[in-house]
């Protein structure tokens, strides 16, 4: 069984900082691309970060590029982002994703998790 949890979300000031860390089970995690979306309030959710399987391909949106971090631990199963300089219009929920294929930048995902909230006051 496919399982994805994310943790990490929260309420932070505008400019501070936040690791989201995801978790994966019942799939190939060290074989597959993983990525980040988020979904803030009336808006339609959208493209955040993505990894390759080992690790050495990112993608980011324009958005957050020079911010955010995409990272994993294929030992541990687990897919981190590190959001820094955040700003009130980075508030959403925040989903984690994994991916049929070794590569792709915002497409080709397959399964999602819950989401955790990101609130940032300015």
């Known amino acids: 069984q496919v399982q994805l949890v994310e943790s990490g979300g929260g309420l932070v000031q505008a400019g501070g900082s936040l690791r989201l860390s995801c978790a994966a089970s019942g799939m190939p995690f060290s074989s597959i691309a993983m990525g980040w979306f988020r979904q803030a309030p009336g808006k339609e959710r959208e493209f955040v970060a993505a990894i390759s399987w080992s690790g050495s391909s990112t993608n980011y949106a324009d958005s957050v590029k020079g911010r955010f971090t995409i990272s994993r631990d294929n030992a541990k199963n687990t897919v981190f982002l590190q959001m820094s300089t955040l700003k009130s219009e980075d508030t959403a929920v925040y989903y984690c994703?994994?991916?049929?294929?070794?590569?792709?930048?915002?497409?080709?995902?397959?399964?999602w998790g819950r989401g955790t909230q990101v609130t940032v006051s300015s």
């Open positions: 994703a994994a991916a049929t294929v070794r590569w792709t930048k915002s497409d080709a995902y397959a399964y």
